[in-house]
């Protein structure tokens, strides 16, 4: 169902949260307070959600394709099975304890705080993550694949059996890490 950035703000100001499978591709949703809100299976593909609040948010199965995320916060919100492609995040963005189950992420995380997200069996396929903090994330069995890691911090992150064919670690901060293997790397800034 489609219906207009106002439509959204309007019923949402009158206490309405369920705006599950609405469409509101290309919608201009900048600096706005949807914490809290149910936007599972919406679409807000090519969406300018640049500096919006949409903590604690259910965005279960969501597309965020080429939507505009800059400064966003998304903290504690639900992102499982979401599909982010072609997405930049940069400026600050918080997605501490996010959780990105199973999500289809093909991103560039730039200074992106990713404390605590759980991007278990996710898929980051050719993603950048530049600058961001992964730490205590978990990223078990997540798809690694060609992934680009950049002055990341990786403290306390749980990396057990992530795909990490060909994927670059360039001057990483790894301490308590569990890495793909198994092997628990402490006290290390490694550059690979």
Known sequence: MRITAEELLQQYAAGERDFTGVDLSGADLSSINLSGVN????NLSDANLIGSNLSCANLFRIRLDNAELVSANFAGADLRRAKLESVYVRGSAN?????????????????????????????LYRSCLEDTILRDANLTGADLTNVYFENADFTNANLLNAD???????????HNTTMPDGSIITDNRWSG
């Open 39 to 42: 936007l599972s299976f919406a």
């Open 95 to 123: 997605f501490a304890g996010t959780d990105f189950r199973d999500a289809s992420l093909t991103v560039l995380f730039e200074s992106v705080n990713l404390t605590g997200a759980d991007l278990s069996g996710a898929d």
């Open 164 to 174: 990490a064919a060909h994927c670059t670690f360039d001057c990483v901060i790894l």
